[in-house]
């Protein structure tokens, strides 16, 4: 599954996706269980944009039950339940605490309400109860609260994921039967025949070399860029896609076993503190964006906003500065509609142009299968599609029946290493064993920061597509998120590249 370019050369396609997000990745793998000739570009790596820089939550949205918006709730804890059964090594259940202090705007009777009615929408699909939590439980459970004016709390379960691997599995997966992807694929251009669209000119931007990909369907799924690339097939249009940013930054140190939501005091929003691969993650923010989205960055403003947050319900020195791993920033490409950004739906929309250029626009991360479903919908209505709520696996699935301390000593590898390759590739954890079994050299670790083992830099290129440095580093390791100091992480992966 090397990145191949010479292979969009070849005939027509059924359908060609522009984007390799999670919404492009999941429409090319539906596609190609559905039998069509696909093909899927993307502009920078995959999960490159917004995809990468979520919350890391597969969720029903708790406070989208203040805006009334039940069906997408109901919907989101649907699809959430089909996620931790379709992807268990990249989506796990995840324990929220909400912590209530006196005077708060949303009062402690409010919470208890609003995390019953949560599971009642799960119905069938709940994965945990619910339960109020004492002043006392809660400071034992999460250190650093300030307890000053503490009333207690809530706790109810959701699901948390490694964002930019599920997208990438997606597009393993769509590769496993039968369709073509490339990153680092720009489209110049779309192609039109009678006034209708026909495929793209595209550039590659690794090879430098313009060639013309043609397809019967185009399916536009590319989130915060969707405004600049309909301006680009139809010219001076309103916007169909309102974009507000959101920021997070990881800290040193992880507090608890479980999330928190805070409750802000500025605003009537919500943010999280949760657990990340022994660190915690904080975010987000929601505030309108209108720039390049190639150029959105977390401003020192939006980090001074997370951090007065943190200390009104942390201790002094729980949460410093000096203490952040990394920042980043991601866009929402909310359907346009005025009004506050937080209150704005998350609901999706399929619109296709007069060009018969389908645009996908809006929706959350957790029901990225039913915009998937919907966008084929409008493709395929000769026949029924396959019925994916009955299973949608990405590449990795499957059980593991082998236990990580057998594997170890039959690979002479650390156990903690094999179940850190368990958790990222699922039942394709064998693949990099394999090439370190062929090549014992590649082992060796890339950096005492995180488990990671040569091999896997090597498998991200040969099998993942892996092009750049950040490619591995961001997305196919996120070695980003971990502390290093010695940066030996960085020169290994960048010396295997060059090989």
Request: with cysteine.
């Amino acid at each position: 599954m090397h990145r191949d370019i010479q292979q969009f050369t070849h005939g027509q396609y059924d359908l060609l996706i522009v984007g390799g997000g999670i919404n492009g990745a999941a429409i090319a793998h539906m596609a190609a269980l559905n039998g069509l000739k696909v093909a899927l570009l993307e502009k920078g790596d995959f999960a490159s944009g917004t995809s990468s820089k979520s919350t890391k939550l597969i969720h029903g949205g708790l406070r989208y039950l203040e805006t009334f918006d039940l069906d997408l709730v109901r919907e989101a804890l649907r699809e959430r339940f089909f996620l931790l059964r379709d992807a268990p090594h990249l989506v796990k259940p995840l324990s929220f605490i909400i912590p209530v202090y006196h005077g708060d705007r949303r009062p402690l009777w409010m919470m208890r309400l609003g995390v019953w009615l949560y599971d009642r929408l799960a119905g069938k699909y709940t994965i945990g109860k619910h339960r109020f939590i004492s002043r006392d439980e809660l400071i034992g459970l999460m250190p650093g609260l300030k307890e000053e004016g503490l009333l207690g709390g809530v706790s109810y379960d959701d699901a948390q994921m490694d964002d930019a691997r599920l997208v990438l599995e997606n597009v393993l997966s769509a590769q496993a039967r039968g369709a073509h992807a490339a990153n680092y694929v720009e489209v110049r251009s779309f192609l039109k025949k009678d006034g209708k669209a026909a495929g793209v000119l595209a550039f590659d931007r690794i090879g430098e070399r313009e060639f013309e990909v043609r397809a019967r369907e185009v399916v536009c799924a590319v989130g915060p860029w969707t405004n600049m690339l309909m301006r680009k097939e139809e010219g001076n249009v309103p916007p169909l896609v309102r974009t507000t940013k959101g920021i997070h930054v990881v800290c040193q140190g992880q507090l608890s076993d479980h999330a928190l939501i805070i409750l802000t005091s500025q605003d009537q929003r919500v943010f999280f503190v949760i657990p990340w691969m022994g660190n915690s993650l904080v975010g987000t923010t929601d505030t309108d964006y209108t720039a390049d989205p190639d150029a959105v960055a977390a401003d020192q403003e939006d980090i001074d906003y997370l951090f007065r947050e943190l200390r009104r319900v942390f201790l002094e020195g729980t949460f410093k500065k000096d203490k952040i791993i990394t920042t980043f920033a991601g866009l929402r490409p909310l359907v346009h509609k005025q009004g506050e950004p937080a209150k704005i739906s998350r609901n999706h929309v399929i619109k296709k142009a007069y060009s018969g250029i389908i645009y996908v626009m809006g929706g959350k991360y957790t029901t990225y299968r039913k915009i998937a479903e919907d966008c084929l919908k409008e493709i395929i209505r000769s026949r029924p599609l396959v019925d994916t709520r009955a299973g949608f696996p990405v590449y990795g699935s499957g059980e593991i029946t082998e236990s990580a301390q057998e594997v170890a000593k039959e690979n002479g590898v650390n156990t903690d290493v094999v179940r850190y390759l368990m958790d990222l590739y699922g039942v394709h954890y064998k693949d990099i064993l394999r090439l370190a079994q062929n090549n014992p050299a590649l082992k060796e670790p890339l950096c005492t920061c995180s488990p990671a083992i040569k091999a896997q830099v090597v498998y991200a290129i040969k099998t993942e597509m892996a092009v750049k440095e950040e490619d591995i580093v961001k997305r196919r390791l996120s070695l980003i998120y971990r502390p290093c100091r010695s940066g030996q992480c960085v020169r290994e992966i960048q010396m295997l590249i060059d090989r």
